[in-house]
């Protein structure tokens, strides 16, 4: 990687992370960002507010832990981001929120199931819970690994949500979507427990998706 491609891809991780900032999806220095460079990661520091954050205060890290250069120690998450680009090869960026809507089914350990067609926008039927671990630990790090098979995005219990994509702007992009989806989901609990669209008719919505505004 050149030091032009690098520089943008810090900035990149920047203005994702400043997005979260200024959108409320991810409120104060809650939640983090990271984009793949190679066989390392740049991801946002642990403890500086996304408003303070510089492309130089980044950590980039090795995906087996190492830290390699930043002034700050990287995101308490980073083995979950780390666990997350081992496992899924074709992962450019990850962003991780404690967005408000997406939180609350998370802490009813609730999924987000196939109420509208948009779900399927995350790879599946519906959009999973993983299972509760302490922040910033392997464990977590698993069950993530484990909610995200065969889906770009999931929720995790009692904490908040997780989104994959090519890159770091395409899984901050989901990030929104899940807590649009979580939010409507949410309202229409409401009212009752909504009717649900069929394995049969998600699977064709999900490979629509999966090609979806790319040309050719």
């Known amino acids: 990687m050149t030091a032009t491609d690098e520089a943008w891809l810090r900035q990149r991780v920047v203005d994702a992370a400043l997005d979260l900032a200024a959108t409320g999806l ?3 220095m809650s939640g983090n960002v990271s984009a793949r460079a190679g066989d390392s990661i740049f991801i946002t520091p642990s403890g500086i507010a996304y408003t303070d954050l510089i492309p130089d205060d980044l950590s980039e890290i090795a995906l087996d832990g190492r830290i390699l250069s930043g002034p700050f120690p990287p995101s308490s998450e980073w083995q979950m981001h780390c ?22 089914l998370a802490v009813m350990k609730r999924p987000i199931p196939a109420f509208h067609y948009m779900v399927a926008v995350a ?6 819970c993983a299972p509760y671990a302490t922040f910033g630990t392997a464990d977590l790090a698993a069950h993530a690994v484990a909610a995200l098979a065969d889906r ?65």
């Not at 989104?163 to 609990?189: D, F, M, N, P, S």
């Open 83 to 104: 666990a997350i680009y081992k496992a899924r090869p074709e992962a450019g960026g990850i962003v991780h929120a404690h967005s408000d809507f997406a939180t609350v």
């Open 123 to 128: 790879g599946g039927r519906d959009i999973r």
């Open 26 to 28: 991810s409120p104060q």
């Open 152 to 216: 770009k995005a999931c929720l995790l219990a009692h904490h908040g949500q997780i989104a994959i994509g090519e890159t770091v702007e395409a899984a901050l992009h989901l990030a929104h979507e899940v807590e649009t989806l979580a939010a409507q989901y949410w309202r229409a609990l409401q009212i009752g427990e909504p009717d649900l669209l069929s394995d049969e008719e998600m699977a064709v919505n999900v490979e629509k998706f999966r090609n979806y505004g790319r040309r050719g």
